[in-house]
Every structure is written in structure tokens, then in C-alpha cells.
């Protein structure tokens, strides 16, 4: 049977985005993990039960009064496997401890406000595990790529994701950051999948393949959200998703870390345990 052991170094550590070029990617590597698919998803199965135990924990200290948090943020080109990440690890742990938002096309009021509006209305409440479906980094993806504010607007808004962020650490809020990578030929690959089963034509939409002419204007996107948001508050991992039992594992190995350190019990009684089995028993 798999074991954590099947890790040479934690994910936490390994997938860290400190000097990554996105350039130089190899999207279909699994760093890190020295087994194969079978001994990644047999390992996945036995992770998943840990993580949703941490996340109970989590959940249940949210009940009595602490108040923190866990934002897993997960930016990604199309079809780098965003929906497979909230399905297959999020759906391990129970809805109810989590927040899920997802950001698209900004609606009419959105526009009315600061990028970071919409955002600020979907943060996790204590005791939950939030999860970004895109996130305020696409104020400086698809924004800059396709022009849709002027430069010196979006130049300034990497300081001010920084800020935010850190206001964000410091009222309790432990930041995972997952930028998540497939290589141009798995992407098309990914879409022809789309086109060719009934099931997936709901996830097709034309645009997808219009965007992939930009594919060098994203890269160097997110080079500059590594370069400029990667922080030691609120650091990135770099995610290859070729192989999406991989990126599965290691969000699952990322979010247990973040709990982890959290250093979680379980909340102690608020009554007296004994009186209570008492009361119990003779009633
Ligand atoms: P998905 O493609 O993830 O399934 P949607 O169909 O809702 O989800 O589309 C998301 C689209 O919204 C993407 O093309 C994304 O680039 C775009 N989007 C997200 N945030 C913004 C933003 N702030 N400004 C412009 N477009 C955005």
C-alpha cells in the first residue's frame, strides 16, 4: 500500500514558485512524488480521509470562537483542471465547513467597483475551508493580456493584491496559492476531449481556442504575478497538471500542510462531561 513516505520531499516544499520560470515548465513532471498513477491515487484515497478529519477539526474550532481560516486559490490556464481539483479534493471534506466561489466576466456591478470588491465578499468564514475558482489574479491575467484596463492600472495592482493579502494573513487566514500549468498540446488534447463527448460539451466554449493565440502573453502574465506576489506570507506553488491524479495529490498534500500548521485540536467540552452522562442515563 502507498505510503506518505512515496513523497521525497513534502509538496509544500517542492512545488514552491521561488525562481520558477514558466517558460521552462515540464507540466507533465510529478516533483516530488516517486510513485505512479496506481500508488498516487491509492495514496490520494488515504490523504483524502486525513484531510477531511483536519477539516473537521478546523470547522469545529470555528464553532467556539476562533476564527481562522483556509483560502486555496487556484489560478489556471483552460482545462488545467480547476473543476477537477473542487470535485475531487474539495468533494472529500464535508460542504458544509466549505466556501466555494468561482470568478468569471465581472457582471455590470462588479465593474462599478474596485477589483478587489467582489473578492472581499466571498472570503471564508472562520472555520472554513474557502476555495477560489479563479481569483482577484485575474485582475492582472486576462485583464492585462487582452488590454482591458490601461497598464498603469494594472501595474499597480500587484502591490496592492500584496496588501490585501497580508491583511488577510494577519486577521487569520492561512493563503494557499496554486497556479496550475498544462502544456499546449495536453490543452488541446483537453478541448478535442470536450468536442468529442456529449457529457463535455457543456465545458466547451469557443473562446477557449481563441485564447490559445495568446498563450505567450499569458505565460509572461504569470511570470509576473510569480515574480511580483509570491510572498512569504502568502506564497505560490506551481502546479504541473499534465498528469491530473498528480495535481490532485498534491493539492490534497498542500491543504493537509496548511492545516497542519494550524496546529488544530479538538475544542474542549464547554460543560461538564460527567454531570452530563449523568443526567443522560437517568433520563
Ligand atoms: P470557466 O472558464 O472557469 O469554466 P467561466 O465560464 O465562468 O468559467 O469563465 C470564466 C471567464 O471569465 C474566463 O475567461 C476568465 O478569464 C474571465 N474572467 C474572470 N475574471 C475576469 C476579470 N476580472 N475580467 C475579465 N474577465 C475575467
Redesign the pocket.
Known sequence: MAKATSWSKPASKVLRADGVQVSDLNTSATPGFKGDKRAGEALLAERSVVLSDLQEKLFANGRTGDNRSVLLVLQGM?TAG??GIVRHVIGSVDPQGVDHA?????TAE?KKHH?LWRIRRQLPRPGHIGVF??S?Y??V???RV?E?VAPEVWGKRYDEINKFERKLVDDGTTIVKVAMFVSLDEQKKRLMQRLERPDKFW?F?P??ID?RAYWPAYQEAYQAVLDRTNTEYAPWHVLPCDSKWYARLAVTELLIDALHGLKLDWPPADFDVEEQKKRLTKG
Open positions: 483552460d480547476k473543476g468561482s470568478f468569471g466576466v465581472p462588479e477589483f475558482d479563479r482577484h485575474e485582475d491575467l486576462v485583464v487582452h482591458l465545458k466554449n473562446a477557449d485564447e
